[in-house]
């Protein structure tokens, strides 16, 4: 039995095997082979296993974000078919007598550089495709198990951190709890984990050599620690522990269908944040009023390139129909800092935070924003959509925003698409936006505070920097000021406030928020009931 400890973002109790994530920079060596056709037959099975692999990720995509964006791993079942990438590599085998993973290495380094050579924009993009193929076979070839997430059993995922492209990519149906050797409680899958009601822990300082897959894992976010090979005692003590939990979320469960209203008839809205269509089912399971941050950076990350309007549209549309006049209020493309995606080609800066990310993005590159803004507009039409715009510090870009947004209408109208220009608001999470919240206020239809950025950009602190976190107080007086000050500036023209950041499900502050008269806080799934136990015991 090895025990560690670590910071608990989420306190539940978790026992499963492990999955180790183990991030390997991967090389292909060049050796001499004896049998040609033995290794042919190699690249035939590795074949054979990536079709599998492909057919599983477009099954779980379907469900998860739809045809249009799973047709990708379709695309790549066809390309491992092609006779001429085949070929290639089986001929290379023959005459330079070379063994399977440097063939094939080679030839999707070739053909991926052909392809980016062309003119054609559509046989450009199929370069990224032949890299990605040609990595899955390497992998194969190397008996390099990815962690598959589509059949995996429940796992606990170990891992030395993981970014947000990352965690968008698992089945969270499969996951247990996180553990990781390094993160920040205020980080992405620190987000994530609450949202999912698991637990999690970060900084635990631990070796991922000497872990194994399959290894049983005892995850305590109550106290904090991690256990590797548990006594049996101590796994009895957490199966007890994980029963008694689940006790008191069924007692939870019986506050579905009642209002937010507080003991003296104070009413609130109280909406959940999600990431992706599939996050839904948490929205409903967990009986949300509506959906009050959808993330749709998440739309961009794990990609190799951007989402087209239509796989954008149907995402949003999905989600829209399935809440069914809910309210879904969608943020515009939040990327940068610590979300990365590698074909936006942002490049290294000193302080990426402070940087070229989010709303000033799509007021540099208009393409990429339009192409986005066509979308929503699109699936307005469909449901009760608003739009929110993150990172805003001025007047001026709200109304350069209103420019772009009047060009995309008048595009739709040339092509006479159906759409609908729905609410639209702006994130608060800059001091300077909460310093002319007044004038803001007057441009738009509502404020959404965003408590995590706020609070990093007021304090001075990264919130990222899992160094800092003992500095990191979303309770300080300068935060709460600032929350009631937006707040009284946006009923003063009248127009609505809410909280969409980690603050918002911090159930010491609810009856803080209930007296500063927030109309909304939007949570985790898995805090909608808390917040809403919190709300109807309150006296405000």
Avoid at 125 to 135: P, V
Avoid at 358 to 380: E, N, S
Wanted: hydrophobic share 40%; proline share 3%; glycine share 6%.
């Amino acid at each position: 039995m090895i025990k560690f400890s670590g910071k608990s973002v989420y306190k539940g109790i978790a026992v499963g095997p492990a999955a180790v994530l183990k991030n390997h920079d991967f090389q292909v060596k060049r050796e001499k082979i004896e049998d040609a056709e033995a290794e042919i037959q190699r690249v035939e099975e590795a074949v054979e296993k990536a079709q599998e692999q492909l057919v599983m990720l477009y099954d779980k995509a379907v469900k998860e974000v739809g045809e249009a964006s799973a047709a990708i791993f379709e695309v790549h079942q066809m390309m491992l078919e092609d006779e001429d990438y085949r070929d290639s590599v089986c001929n290379m085998i023959r005459t330079e007598q070379v063994n399977a993973e440097y063939a094939v290495a080679v030839t999707g380094d070739n053909f991926s550089e052909m392809f980016a050579g062309m003119d054609d924009d559509y046989m450009k993009a199929r370069a990224a495709d032949i890299k990605d193929i040609s990595n899955r076979l390497v992998r194969c070839l190397c008996g390099e198990e990815n962690m598959d997430f589509g059949s995996m059993e429940p796992s606990v995922i170990i891992a030395e951190d993981l970014s947000p492209s990352e965690t968008v990519q698992m089945d969270k149906e499969k996951i247990l709890a996180f553990v990781t050797v390094h993160g920040s409680t205020n980080s992405h899958t620190a987000i994530l984990a609450r949202m999912m009601n698991i637990p999690a822990l970060i900084g635990v300082p631990m070796n991922l050599e000497e872990i194994h897959n399959g290894q049983t894992v005892i995850v305590d976010g109550l106290k904090s620690e991690v256990i590797f090979d548990p006594e049996e005692e101590k796994r009895r003590e957490a199966e007890a522990k994980i029963q008694e939990e689940k006790e008191k979320l069924e007692l939870l469960q019986t506050l579905k269908g009642k209002e937010n209203v507080t003991l003296s008839g104070r009413k609130i809205h109280i909406y959940a944040n999600i990431g992706s269509v599939s996050d839904v089912a948490y929205v409903m399971e967990n009986d949300a009023g509506g959906i009050g941050l959808f993330r749709s950076e998440f739309l961009y990350l794990g990609k190799e390139d951007f989402p087209t309007e239509e796989e954008q549209f149907q995402a949003y549309k999905q989600v829209a129909q399935m809440m069914a006049g809910k309210k879904v209020i969608i943020r515009t493309l939040d990327i940068g800092a610590d979300k990365q995606a590698d074909y936006f080609h942002l490049g290294n800066e000193e302080n990426p935070a402070l940087g070229y990310r989010a709303i000033r993005i799509c007021l540099k590159q208009t393409d990429i924003f339009k192409v986005q803004l066509r979308a929503l507009m699109r699936a307005a039409a469909y449901g009760n959509i608003s739009i929110m715009y993150p990172m805003i510090t001025s007047t001026e870009e709200v109304r350069r925003i209103f420019e772009i947004v009047k060009e995309v209408q008048k595009e739709l109208d040339e092509i006479q698409v159906p759409y609908k220009v729905p609410e639209q608001g702006i994130m608060i999470e800059t001091p300077a936006a909460v310093m002319i919240s007044d004038e803001l206020a007057e441009l738009v239809d509502f404020f959404s505070i965003g408590t995590n950025d706020l609070t990093q950009y007021t304090l001075a602190i990264d919130r990222q920097n899992e160094k800092l976190d003992d500095f990191y107080n979303p309770h300080h007086k300068a935060i709460l000021k600032m929350i009631r000050m937006v707040t009284e500036n946006a009923h003063k023209c009248g127009k609505w406030a809410g909280i969409c950041g980690e603050l918002g499900a911090d159930l010491e502050l609810t009856e803080e928020f209930l007296k500063m008269g927030l109309d909304e806080l939007s949570v985790s799934p898995s805090m909608v009931l808390k917040v809403r136990k919190a709300v109807r015991e309150s006296r405000v």
